[in-house]
């Protein structure tokens, strides 16, 4: 990582490498060719004065998953804000405030050190993933990844350039700092590489002690068919009445009756589409009789 940066501040690297040239964005230092730069910036070309990226925004904005359960699909927030320091602040608020909405218990000093180390990685592909009731938390790009894992969590190493360390407060500190606060808590901080490149941090806190015991399965009475259906969607994960027809050798009619009715008793949702997939309540159900 760190020899990337390097090689980012070298001329060949600088002419493309991307940076912000918006609003709230650090001012490049002047040059000879500042007047053409402000041209250049105001006609929408990319500046070449620094290496800080441009503010994503559209299809490239930073995205918040949340699973509230692993049964169903998460819910998905876009974060877009006009300048940079105003997205890091946004999404480490929005995380802390989704975690604990959750029950989680992740430190917000924790969450906002990872989301300023996205600096490094020019906020390419953003997606922040929490799982297991907020108590995981994590944060995957597309950007340079990181070279030296063990390196990067030693107090003192940055790879931060001067325009970034505008933006960073305490480099070289940070991640180092959320780590040691982690331990604390007996939670863990790791780095791993990201699947086309980049890197996935991900903050793990221990299982929540004291949490309340999952709630009894539902004492419902179904019918045999009505149990074949639930089967049948626990096994292909989401299906409309006509695939469930075609499996068990009924009308879709008489299933779709089945599918309403076990919708009514609050063991599958509906997912938009005519397709119906099972709640946590219709598992724990199966569960019990299966």
């Known amino acids: 990582m760190e020899s990337f940066l390097d090689r980012l501040l070298a001329d060949e690297w600088v002419a493309t490498a991307p940076h912000s040239s918006r609003a709230g964005s650090p001012a490049a230092p002047p040059t000879d060719a500042g007047q053409e730069s402000d041209q250049a910036t105001r006609s929408g070309q990319t500046s070449t004065d620094g290496p800080l990226p441009d503010v994503p925004v559209g299809l490239e904005a930073p995205r918040i998953a949340i699973y509230d359960t692993l049964t169903s699909p998460p819910r998905v927030i876009t974060i877009e804000e006009s300048d940079l320091p105003a997205l890091i602040a946004s999404l480490a608020e929005k995380t802390y405030h989704y975690c604990r909405e959750q029950g989680g218990q992740v430190p917000y000093s924790v969450i906002q050190e990872i989301i300023e180390n996205l600096l490094?990685?020019?906020?390419?592909?953003?997606?922040?993933?929490?799982?297991?009731?907020?108590?995981?938390?994590?944060?995957?790009?597309?950007?340079?990844?990181?070279?030296?894992?063990?390196?990067?969590?030693?107090?003192?190493?940055?790879?931060?350039?001067?325009?970034?360390?505008?933006?960073?407060?305490?480099?070289?500190?940070?991640?180092?700092?959320?780590?040691?606060?982690?331990?604390f808590l007996r939670g863990?901080?790791?780095?791993?590489?990201?699947?086309?490149?980049?890197?996935?941090?991900?903050?793990?806190m221990p299982t929540l002690t004291g949490a309340p015991e999952p709630a009894a399965a539902p004492k419902i009475k179904l019918t045999t068919r009505q149990t074949k259906v639930l089967v049948l969607l626990m096994e292909l994960g989401s299906a409309g009445p006509t695939a469930i027809a075609k499996e068990l050798g009924f009308s879709p009619a008489t299933v779709y009756r089945d599918?309403?009715?076990?919708?009514?008793?609050?063991?599958?949702?509906?997912?938009?589409?005519?397709?119906?997939?099972?709640?946590e309540e219709g598992l724990r159900l199966l569960e019990s009789i299966l």
Do not use: C
């Open 259 to 279: 599918l309403v009715a076990l919708q009514d008793m609050g063991l599958i949702h509906s997912l938009g589409d005519g397709k119906r997939a099972l709640r």
């Open 120 to 183: 490094h990685a020019y906020f390419r592909d953003v997606v922040i993933t929490i799982l297991d009731n907020g108590q995981t938390i994590r944060v995957s790009d597309h950007g340079p990844g990181v070279d030296d894992k063990d390196r990067a969590f030693q107090p003192g190493f940055t790879t931060a350039t001067a325009y970034q360390r505008q933006i960073i407060r305490g480099v070289g500190s940070g991640l180092p700092l959320a780590k040691e606060s982690l331990q």
């Open 188 to 204: 863990i901080l790791t780095v791993e590489d990201n699947l086309g490149g980049g890197a996935v941090f991900t903050i793990k």
